[in-house]
Nanobody
Framework: QVQLVESGGGLVQPGGSLRLSCAASGSISTANVMGWYRQAPGKQRDLVAT???????NYADSVKGRFTISRDMTNNTVYLQMNTLKPEDTAVYYC????????????????WGQGTQVTVSS
């Protein structure tokens, strides 16, 4: 089993910055894809950014140029640096993990963090 623990959410004014962190632990050597999704009230959960073990990165159009995803492969941690935040970025942000390498075996499983609230408001 794999656990994801997020941190770094909070309240910030428009134009401000926040950095989210998510650490994976448990039965894991390396994660295949780690990333972030978000869900605003009354809306579906949408992709924010993902990063593969090979470093391939994908961003939602709405965050390109403002958000930066990065990974610490040694510690199975993913970060999301969010700059120039807008009120429409307000949502619960979820860390995601797809695919786990553990003791020579690949497990095609999906894991989610508990979510961290990001509120952008003056």
């Amino acid at each position: 089993q794999v656990q994801l623990v997020e941190s770094g959410g909070g309240l910030v004014q428009p134009g401000g910055s926040l950095r989210l962190s998510c650490a994976a632990s448990g039965s894991i050597s390396t994660a295949n894809v780690m990333g972030w999704y978000r869900q605003a009230p009354g809306k579906q959960r949408d992709l924010v950014a993902t990063c593969t073990w090979a470093g391939r990165i994908n961003y939602a159009d709405s965050v390109k140029g403002r958000f930066t995803i990065s990974r610490d492969m040694t510690n199975n941690t993913v970060y999301l640096q969010m700059n120039t935040l807008k009120p429409e970025d307000t949502a619960v942000y979820y860390c995601s993990l797809h695919g786990v390498y553990f003791r020579g075996t690949y497990y095609n499983a999906d894991y989610w963090g508990q979510g961290t609230q990001v509120t952008v408001s003056s």
